[in-house]
């Protein structure tokens, strides 16, 4: 069965750090654009960042734009997002999916979404 699985969520304090991990089971993820999105709520799901399948980095939302750094290991078959200087308004549950990616635009999921992992920043 394809899917992604998300991990590395969890609970930290302001200007702290969490790395996720999109990992694929089923498939080989280097052949797709992946797109990392969050959801806080009462808001609506919002892409922050994207990857080529030729691993370049096609774009990064303003809010998280010299904070987070995506990239991919092909060996391990996953995505990873490095979220540093973290702050309460990074708060949400964080997604990975196959998604359309072009240079300087959000991307669009359009399959194989993960459950999600949920990052929560506070003192």
């Known amino acids: 069965q394809e899917q992604l699985v998300e991990s590395g969520g969890g609970l930290v304090q302001p200007g702290g750090s969490l790395r996720l991990s999109c990992s694929a089971s089923?498939?080989?993820?280097?052949?797709?654009?992946i797109g990392w999105f969050r959801q806080a709520p009462g808001k609506e799901r919002e892409g922050i960042s994207c990857?080529?399948?030729?691993?370049?980095?096609?774009y990064y939302a303003d809010s998280v734009k010299g904070r987070f750094t995506i990239s991919r290991d092909r060996a391990n078959n996953t995505v990873y997002l490095q979220m540093n200087s973290l702050k309460t308004e990074d708060t949400a549950v964080y997604y990975c999916?196959?998604?359309?990616?072009?240079?300087?635009?959000?991307?669009?999921?359009?399959?194989?979404w993960g459950q999600g992992t949920q990052v929560t920043v506070s003192s």
């Open positions: 990857i080529s399948y030729q691993d370049v980095t096609m």
């Open positions: 999916a196959r998604s359309f990616c072009a240079e300087g635009h959000p991307p669009i999921g359009y399959a194989m």
């Open positions: 089923g498939f080989a993820l280097g052949g797709s654009n």
